[in-house]
């Protein structure tokens, strides 16, 4: 095979790979619409056990949709959050495990070599940037790294102050490399 079709298959990969992380995610609770009204550019964060929301705006302030009101909620979502990150990175890792024991060419296996230490690396910082901001005394945090250098934080906190977001920014900034825009932080208690 050429460069040209293993990148093919590569992409055809990735691309059912995120069909069905939607079709197993996306079927309950992942839009913006609460009793028929729909929410433009608020974050939504979906209880999967209770079936509830959680849905903060730009000012951070929350409101929680969950029939519990909300406690057992934070708790299930971080749990929620870290076991689905892990699932998936465990996927990604088996997928790259293929590429490089399989019939492919040099390059394609050292590609996949490369972002396998990347998937190492970044599950390291973000353990890391998570256990400094509990350090700082928040009670739980969520990192997710995104696709496009982007760097999302849960933080279980009623709110957060200037100086308590400053602080996790500049955690973030140094562990993660990246510039304070880049950097979304959401409370959730």
Known sequence: MNKKQILVIILVIVIITAGVIQFMYGEKGYSSRNNGEERLGEAVYVDNITGGQVITDGTGSAQNTGENGGAETANDYFTQARMEREAIRSRR??????????????EVSARAQQEYL??????EIEATIESL???RGIEDVVVIFGSTGTVDLVVKAESLSQSETAQISDIVMRHAGVEMKDIHIKNMK
Do not use: P
């Open 93 to 106: 890792k088996e997928e790259l495990k293929e590429l490089t024991s399989g019939n492919v060419s040099e």
């Open 118 to 123: 990347d998937l190492i690396k970044r599950a």
């Open 133 to 135: 901001i509990k350090q």
